[in-house]
Antibody
Framework: QVQLQQWGAGLLKPSETLSLTCAVY????????WTWIRQSPGKGLEWIGE???????HYNPSLKSRATISVDTSKNQFSLNLTSVTAADTAVYYC???????????WGQGTLVTVSS | DIQMTQSPSSLSASVGDRVTITCRAS??????LSWYQQKPGKAPKLLIY???NLQSGVPSRFSGSGSGTDFTLTISSLQREDFATYYC?????????FGQGTKVEIK
């Protein structure tokens, strides 16, 4: 069974870069898309983007190229960078596994990221 | 992007009640619709995929139906552990989008 454990800074100032990492334990690292999703009171659940172990990525156009997802196959980890954050980026961020065309069957514990001056 | 709209946004029900939640897509998505359950402070949990397929380990009191633009999630006999928020989500083609959620509360 795949388990995901995530970490990263929880408090940022406007214009800073959000950085989160998710480690994958158990199961197979290949064959999945590895995903970032966030949840804020105002916008609900929002898909940010995903990466395959091969490096292929897909992003939500709504983030206007601020998001970058990378993968480190040697550590079974993947990461999210989100640049130029504002208060609107305040949310709980989740990593998740996509086992088939947008089916998220395993999730990390979530990280609350607050953007405040 | 395809928008997903759920109704109602919240409902009150009693243990043993039959509960139905509706999700509507802004254009046809065939059967590419999933349902998730989320409890406070926890990540969402996949319940149903491709409109009507039960994820492994999910109780059979949960069922899903629909195709095209209109979908339903039904809980045949509500249990105490089912009080939570439920989300629909469009799958198959990115961007993946979620409904705004339906909170099921105890009456």
């Amino acid at each position: 069974q795949v388990q995901l454990q995530q970490w990263g800074a929880g408090l940022l100032k406007p214009s800073e870069t959000l950085s989160l990492t998710c480690a994958v334990y158990g199961g197979s690292f290949s064959g999945y898309y590895w995903t970032w999703i966030r949840q804020s009171p105002g916008k609900g659940l929002e898909w940010i983007g995903e990466i395959h172990h091969s490096g292929s990525t897909h992003y939500n156009p709504s983030l206007k190229s601020r998001a970058t997802i990378s993968v480190d196959t040697s550590k079974n980890q993947f990461s999210l960078n989100l640049t130029s954050v504002t208060a609107a980026d305040t949310a709980v961020y989740y990593c998740a596994s996509d086992y088939g065309s947008g089916l998220f069957d395993n999730w990390g514990q979530g990280t609350l990221v607050t953007v405040s001056s | 992007d395809i928008q997903m709209t759920q109704s109602p946004s919240s409902l009150s029900a009693s243990v043993g009640d039959r509960v139905t939640i509706t999700c509507r897509a802004s254009q046809s998505i065939s059967s590419h619709l999933s349902w998730y359950q989320q409890k406070p402070g926890k990540a969402p949990k996949l319940l149903i995929y491709e409109a009507s397929n039960l994820q492994s380990g999910v109780p059979s009191r949960f069922s899903g139906s629909g195709s095209g633009t209109d979908f339903t999630l039904t809980i045949s006999s509500l249990q105490r552990e089912d009080f939570a928020t439920y989300y629909c989500q469009k799958s198959y083609i990115t961007p993946w989008t979620f409904g705004q959620g339906t909170k099921v509360e105890i009456k």
